[in-house]
């Protein structure tokens, strides 16, 4: 069945309850059953929770065959977690039929594509994959189809109940012994938590895991005590240093710097740059960048941005020590500095995922937001942008609060050069749609900018303000002028990717590449 | 094929970015920054070893990319090694709008190469003439000849100097204020302007000076520079601002060229502006004015 | 144009190529690894053969390593490449003629 952005959904996954994508407000207004852990009660009094090894607090938490686990990925690169506990329960304890539940994976957990390949772990739900376990995900070895949700689409399916996790594996830079645990004051610290913290509320056991017991009372803490089971103390929860990839430096690169300034052109252009505007940005380098110019646009028109969302860098938290950002409420930490700030800042609030883009609850922050800025591994002339499967089919990115974002704000930008190599990043048709078209404003790249037809109120801006546009299919043309229109990808029937809109609907589906052979 | 349009001799050349021609991701589309003019090097970016590889990547992409309204020039390499000849040929057969002759330091230079380039504009049918020449003078003995050098082909749109080389030879660093190459620029733009060419300054090498970096091409400006070498596109965008006409300078000429046009009409001899006789010198300079303004993009008048 | 000894031509940085061509005495023995071959495996080959017929190359033995190059640049590596191992990349190239 064809969805609203003309995606065909297999039928046999149109099943208890689920449906195709109807537009972004489809389900708006109604009214939805939260689902609730079954928790196991305490009422003999306990010196400690904590447990000599994570077997051991596995064992206290019943541990089983067909389980499904959590971690989230505050420490992006640098996290040891995941593997360290997917290695206990595969290797010590012998489970299989795992679902792993993260709110990310990637290079930091290889060891877990070689328990999908081993078939010890059967099921993924996520919102990034990279690495390995993308490769072996398209690659057709997970037993089902792994499932793609934005950052708001995870606390949005937990609540549902359509994922209950039976134990939530939470790294902590520091806990007590009793469980109240955070992302700083440690060893290895990843600032803010927001990723964890719906986690503890719904999972029925909650095990921390960290490598730096504190005195009890830990408080403030990101997760309380109340939620928490057991706390196990490792020599090490991660690297910290991993934690600002390649993507999410500061770029010195000239075309993306090019683009970054023509998007804060375009920024100032619109009505909604006013004092007390509100901002986010994603980790691309060219969107990261846009903070830089935007600074003095905001100085030339004495104007003040009431807070900063989301992902949260050194250049924005500069921002805000300038007194030109009132607030920053963050769930993710993508540099030393930002984690250093949150510790010390007293406008910089940690905020849970659900708080920040659940689709499902009585109001996300990205909501509130005026304007995004976000990269894209493919936008075509629909204005759809794919976040997750390179131009080859192959599954290797990251939806993160993209989606939730770009619906919830009133301007999206997505940057982008036009190619990368020779893949056309402006196309006919995405390979995959993460983000509908219907949610995205304005495309900025290197060889110039289209706005949506559907914000023709955002065109007459550019045109007052001087600013040159173009259609997108004039971009596209210009991309396959470049770089030669490529040949369609080729599929299998197997779909190995089922993408969930934020709102539970199907978007669209992965399926299995068929790698082209050249034959002589 | 991408067939360009004939190169004209006197066009807008505030920026000359140069690209390492052997780099197939920074040829592809280097005019996307907006520079006047591209530089692709077969010089100094590209080693020994590669310089045959690097003049079938530039013939390739000088046929096949389309570089706009972005003048192309190539640097070729020095007539004291074995690759000019061969850069040469490549350079007009592709199409290329000139050349930048590296290390010019007398008239005979330019004519060697200019007999070089008709012999290849012959060869490869290419219409006579078409093949534009710049020099660059990176020696003290190449500011000396200037004058003789920018005068001795028609090709000749004009000269630059190189500061990295002509500096080593004079025992000199890059000083604050310029000083170390006052001499030299004042003496290469007295010639350029004798001969009626363009004048162009060296790069500024430090990308991180910023403050540096602008004040020399403040200073640029003020000597009456044409433009500027840059060798990153961030530098594009400041020379453009300060190579640009003031709006004083744009009302004041339009002011001029109003009144000339109006008084030309009447059939006046003498020209007067406020009530003040005017020199027929003022009125080219105002509408030399007026025409960089429209290039830069900075005029809104009908003029 | 016969392939005389081993050449090599480009680099494995992206949007460049690598071209490794070899003598071989029956016909064109193409192999053609891409960082794109998904989208333009078949672009790649056809534009390689191509190259070499109108280098009029007849036998070789060609190794392409793609790394996402535009067309023009998948050319001149191929041409730089079979022009080196006839020991004749340096002087006096038929611009216009076989190289285009």
């Given at each position: 069945m064809k969805n609203a952005v003309n995606r065909e959904i297999p039928e046999e996954l149109l099943k208890d309850g689920k449906e195709v994508y109807q537009g972004k407000y489809y389900m708006d207004g109604k009214y939805i059953k939260r689902d609730s852990p079954k928790t196991r009660r305490y009422v003999k009094p306990q010196s400690s929770k904590l447990c000599s090894s994570i077997r051991k607090a596995c064992e206290r938490c019943g541990a089983h065959d067909g389980m499904t686990v959590s971690f989230h990925s505050e420490f992006r690169e640098g996290?040891?977690?995941?593997?360290?506990?997917?290695?206990?329960?595969?290797?010590?304890?012998?489970?299989?039929?795992?679902?792993?539940?993260?709110?990310?994976?990637?290079?930091?957990?290889?060891?877990?594509?070689?328990?999908?390949?081993?078939?010890?772990?059967?099921?993924?739900?996520?919102?990034?994959?990279?690495?390995?376990?993308?490769?072996?995900?398209?690659?057709?070895?997970?037993?089902?189809?792994?499932?793609?949700?934005?950052h708001g689409g995870r606390p949005r399916a937990v609540e549902a109940g359509e994922v209950h996790i039976d134990i939530a594996f939470l790294a902590a830079s520091t806990s007590d012994c009793w469980g109240n645990a955070k992302g700083v004051g440690g060893k290895n610290n990843c600032g803010s938590m927001g990723f964890a913290i719906h986690d503890s509320h719904y999972a029925d056991h909650t095990v921390i895991i960290t490598d730096t017991l504190v005195d009890f009372p830990n408080r403030?803490?990101?997760?309380?005590?109340?939620?928490?089971?057991?706390?196990?103390?490792?020599?090490?929860?991660?690297?910290?240093?991993?934690?600002?990839?390649?993507?999410a430096r500061v770029t010195e690169n000239p075309r993306e710097l090019m683009m970054a300034e023509h998007a804060a052109e375009v920024i100032a252009a619109t009505p909604y740059f006013t004092d007390g505007f509100s901002f986010q940005t994603g980790a691309g380098g060219p969107s990261l960048a846009v903070n830089r110019f935007i600074e003095k646009r905001m100085v030339e028109k004495g104007i003040k941005m009431s807070f900063a969302l989301g992902g949260v860098t050194s250049a924005v938290c500069q921002l805000l020590d300038k007194g030109l950002v009132g607030a920053i409420l963050d769930t993710q930490d993508f540099d030393m500095g930002a984690i250093k700030h949150l510790a010390e800042h007293p406008k910089h609030h940690e905020?849970?995922?659900?708080?920040?883009?659940?689709?499902?609850?009585?109001?996300?922050?990205v909501n509130q937001l005026d304007f995004v800025v976000l990269s894209a591994l493919e936008i075509d002339v629909d204005f759809n942008v794919n976040v997750i499967t390179g131009s080859d089919g192959i599954l290797r990115g990251a939806p993160g609060g993209h989606p939730d974002t770009a619906a919830g704000s009133k301007c999206c930008i997505i940057v982008t050069p036009l190619t990368r190599g020779r893949m056309a990043t402006v196309c006919d048709e995405v390979v995959t749609v993460t983000t509908p078209g219907d949610c995205v404003d304005i495309l900025v790249t290197d060889y110039g900018i289209a706005v949506n037809p559907l914000r023709n109120d955002l065109a007459q801006c550019l045109d007052a303000a001087g600013i040159e546009h173009v259609t997108i299919e004039w971009l596209r043309d210009k991309a396959y002028s470049l770089v030669g229109t490529p040949d369609a990808l080729e599929w299998e029937d197997q779909v190995v990717a089922v993408v969930e809109a934020r709102d539970g609907t199907l978007l669209d589906v992965v399926r299995k590449i068929r790698p082209l052979q050249l034959d002589g | 094929?991408?067939?360009?349009?004939?190169?004209?001799?006197?066009?807008?050349?505030?920026?000359?970015?140069?690209?390492?021609?052997?780099?197939?991701?920074?040829?592809?589309?280097?005019?996307?920054?907006?520079?006047?003019?591209?530089i692709l090097d077969l010089e100094d970016a590209v080693a020994e070893n590669q310089k045959d590889a690097a003049r079938f990547s530039l013939y390739q992409a000088l046929q096949n990319v389309d570089y706009g309204d972005t003048e192309v020039i190539v640097r070729i390499n020095g007539l004291d090694t074995p690759h000019w000849q061969e850069d040469i040929r490549c350079v007009v057969a592709g199409g290329a709008d000139g050349i930048r002759i590296a290390k010019c330091e007398s008239a005979q230079d330019v004519l060697t190469v200019e007999e070089h380039v008709l012999a290849a504009e012959r060869e490869f049918g290419v219409e006579e003439g078409r093949t534009l020449l710049m020099a660059a003078l990176e020696s003290p003995k190449g500011i000396l000849n200037a004058y003789e050098i920018v005068t001795a082909s028609d090709r000749m749109f004009g000269c630059a100097i190189s500061g990295g080389d002509f500096r080593k030879s004079m025992h000199v660093q890059i000083e604050e204020g310029g000083i170390e190459m006052l001499s030299a620029r004042g003496q290469m733009l007295l010639a350029a302007r004798a001969a009626g060419v363009q004048c162009f300054d060296t790069m500024f090498p430090y990308l991180d000076d910023t403050e540096g970096f602008q004040a020399e091409v403040i200073q640029n400006r003020k000597m009456g520079f044409d433009g500027k070498s840059?060798?990153?596109?961030?530098?594009?965008?400041?020379?453009?601002?300060?190579?640009?006409?003031?709006p004083k300078e744009i009302a004041y000429a339009e002011k001029l060229v109003r009144s000339f046009n109006e008084q030309a009409e009447s059939g006046v001899g003498v020209y007067t502006v406020d009530g003040k006789m005017v020199d027929i010198p003022f009125f080219e300079d105002a509408r030399r004015v007026i025409a960089l303004a429209k290039a830069c993009g900075v005029y809104k008048g009908d003029l | 144009m016969e392939i005389q000894k081993p050449a090599i031509a480009g680099t494995l940085?992206?949007?460049?190529?690598?071209?490794?061509?070899?003598?071989?005495?029956?016909?064109?023995?193409?192999?053609?690894?891409?960082?794109?071959?998904?989208?333009y495996g078949r672009q790649i080959k056809a534009t390689v053969l191509e190259t070499l017929e109108h280098l009029g190359v007849k036998?070789?033995?060609?190794?392409?390593?793609?790394?996402?190059?535009?067309?023009?640049?998948?050319?001149?590596?191929?041409?730089?490449?079979?022009?080196?191992?006839?020991?004749?990349s340096e002087k006096n190239i038929p611009w216009g003629g076989v190289v285009r």
């Open positions: 996290d040891y977690v995941a593997s360290m506990v997917a290695k206990v329960l595969v290797e010590e304890m012998g489970l299989k039929d795992i679902t792993i539940a993260a709110t990310s994976l990637g290079n930091a957990q290889d060891l877990i594509a070689d328990y999908i390949e081993q078939g010890k772990v059967i099921g993924i739900q996520t919102s990034g994959v990279r690495g390995r376990i993308g490769e072996v995900i398209s690659a057709g070895k997970l037993a089902t189809p792994a499932i793609i949700r934005s403030p803490s990101s997760i309380s005590a109340e939620n928490v089971d057991c706390v196990c103390v490792v020599d090490s929860i991660g690297d910290a240093t991993k934690i600002a990839t390649k993507e905020i849970s995922m659900s708080e920040y883009a659940n689709p499902a609850n009585k109001g996300a922050y | 094929m991408i067939k360009r349009p004939k190169p004209q001799k006197f066009r807008l050349r505030r920026t000359m970015m140069f690209m390492n021609a052997q780099k197939p991701g920074l040829i592809k589309d280097a005019y996307i920054y907006g520079a006047d003019s591209i840059v060798i990153n596109p961030k530098q594009i965008r400041f020379v453009h601002e300060t190579f640009a006409p003031t | 940085e992206s949007s460049d190529a690598q071209i490794v061509v070899e003598p071989f005495t029956d016909g064109i023995q193409l192999s053609i690894e891409s960082s794109v071959m998904n989208q036998n070789g033995k060609i190794t392409v390593n793609d790394k996402g190059a535009l067309e023009c640049t998948l050319k001149a590596r191929v041409e730089c490449a079979v022009f080196r191992s006839c020991g004749a």
